[in-house]
């Protein structure tokens, strides 16, 4: 099972990484940058932000360095929790995804050699937004991976951050497990990652008692009131979604005795 305190210290250490090597590339291809100050522009000129170029490139490059990491993570549990059949990035040893992952890239290198790691994220990004849970947040058009890339050598750094082994037991790193495919983890990371991203955009999960309080008050007594197939709700806090995962059967099995 995952630690999540030790990841976050990882990942935020990754995030260094991924931030200076974003403002490598765009200093590289002026293209990148051109783009990148017209779209500055049009905010400012829509009077979304008035803030200085630099300042404004600071947070796009912050954030496209999170979805760089945020989005590996998705893929990682899924894999580690044997959601998909095939691993993308990583496996647990004893159970030969390990391998399984090492030799997909293989294969994939082999079928496109001219290409980077970089594109070997972004197309394992593409496959896991097939999937209706994540065809969301794997949305070309939302998620900052598909417009602000890292270099090659960063996605193979990458890449062989999520294989680490532990020279000692043989173990992963940072496995993924969880029979409870628990994932507010995920909620806190997006929070924790860049301080300046959460102060921005006030980005602060509400705790699970809270959750569960605002659950046991409305939506409890709603179906009581109008049936189970008849009551709706979507997440009050348009967040990260475990108000809607509390609000399944499995996860409240209390909440829903006797509908």
Known sequence: ??????????????????????????????????????????????????????????????????????????????????????????????????????????????????ESDRDYLLAAFREAGTLPGLRTFFDETHNPVFRLGISGDAAMALRQFWQQVDTDTGLLLRDFTDPAWNTRFLGDLYQDLSEATRKRFALLQTPEFVEEFILDRTLTPAIRTFGFREARMIDPTCGSGHFLLGASPEFRVGGFGGV
């Open 1 to 114: 099972m995952i630690d999540a305190k030790q990841l976050l210290v990882d990942l935020t250490r990754q995030l260094k990484g991924l931030e200076a090597d974003l403002r490598r590339r765009i200093a590289e291809q002026p293209d990148l940058d051109s783009s990148l100050r017209d779209e500055w522009k049009a905010a400012l000129d829509a009077k979304r932000c008035a803030e200085t170029f630099e300042t404004w490139a600071d947070q796009v490059i912050t954030q496209a360095g999170v979805h760089w990491l945020l989005s590996c993570v998705f893929l990682r549990f899924i894999e580690d929790n044997q959601l998909v059949d095939r691993p993308w990035l990583a496996g647990t040893p004893d159970s030969g995804r390990l391998a399984l992952a090492r030799d997909r890239h293989e294969a994939y290198f082999r079928a496109h050699p001219l």
